[in-house]
């Protein structure tokens, strides 16, 4: 395995700091009958040391020559490999097995991260929680507040089912080979029936895009096919405003008028 090319289609940078490692398993935390899935094994960095903790771990691998790489090292008593995109599986299905809740960890490739934080979110009522390595400007808009550049469709989509935390920035160093930027690692936590707003999930999402499909423009303009402003001014959002203006809570107010209507 350690002589493994890393394969730019794949996104692949693989962690090599002990150090870093260390502090990332410290932050998961994982017990010995923790439900856990690992995304993208890679090299075993984070799955070696995952598995001196558990019973039993459930990786996501695409590479065919590393997923023999593992079959190689660790008996399929504490290792299941799911071969495939994980952009495409049923993480549902090994919550379906035990009924436990889910824990997910990866080092995510950056060309996918996005869509797969938004494929993970249709698990959310299935999951415990997420500790992901990203890229750190993925995590900054992740964890972004309202108003400012960083904040947009995947703040407030992600922001609606999950508590966020970013918990420490990893520098290229610890990857071989080195990206380009920082990275950092990002918990997500999904929220309680008692703590989720309701609302129609997809309209949500498109009201979401659609708001942040030119950032420029006002309100009154990106949502007019779906909204009108006095219907705006009426749930107190100003037609004039940004998308990047808005609350997560404000948005759930126009998703729920536009229900209501």
């Known amino acids: 395995m350690k002589s493994h090319i890393p394969r730019k289609r794949f996104g692949q940078n ?38 001196e903790a558990l019973d039993h771990l459930h990786v996501v691998e695409i590479d065919r020559d590393l997923i023999a790489g593992l079959k190689q090292r660790f008996a399929p008593e504490k290792l299941t490999i799911h071969e495939g995109d994980a952009l495409a599986f049923d993480f549902g299905t090994l919550v379906r097995e035990s009924q436990e809740k889910l824990r997910v960890v ?5 060309n996918i991260s996005t869509p797969l934080l938004f494929h993970l979110a249709d698990f959310a009522d299935q999951v415990r929680d997420m500790h ?7 995590v900054d808009r992740m964890v972004a507040a309202p108003g400012g550049a960083e904040y947009g469709r995947l ?4 922001q609606y089912r999950f508590h966020l935390e970013r918990l420490f920035i990893v520098p290229p160093g610890a990857f071989t080979p080195p990206p380009k930027v920082d990275s950092a690692i990002v918990r ?28 420029r423009k006002m309100l009154r303009n990106t949502l007019r ?17 940004r998308a990047e ?3 997560g809570s404000d948005y759930v107010r126009i998703v729920r008028a536009l229900s209501a209507g």
């Not at 932050?27 to 984070?46: K, S, W, Y």
């Not at 703040?155 to 992600?158: G, P, Q, W, Y």
Request: glycine share 6%; hydrophobic share 50%; aromatic share 4%.
């Open 245 to 247: 203006t808005l609350s």
């Open 14 to 51: 693989f962690l090599n700091s002990p150090g870093v490692i260390r502090k990332i398993v410290a932050a998961i935390a994982p017990r010995p009958q923790d439900r856990m899935v690992e995304i993208g094994p890679g090299l075993a960095a984070l799955t070696e040391p995952l598995l």
């Open 106 to 110: 990866g080092n995510l490739p950056y």
């Open 225 to 241: 096919e779906l909204i009108d402003e006095e219907s705006l001014a009426a749930l107190g959002i100003a037609p004039t405003a």
């Open 155 to 158: 703040s407030v989509m992600l």
């Open 188 to 215: 997500l936590v999904p929220k309680s029936a008692a703590e989720l707003e309701p609302c129609d999930g997809e309209l949500l999402a498109k009201v979401v895009t659609a708001a942040f499909s030119q950032r």
């Open 132 to 138: 992901f390595m990203l890229q750190k400007e993925v």
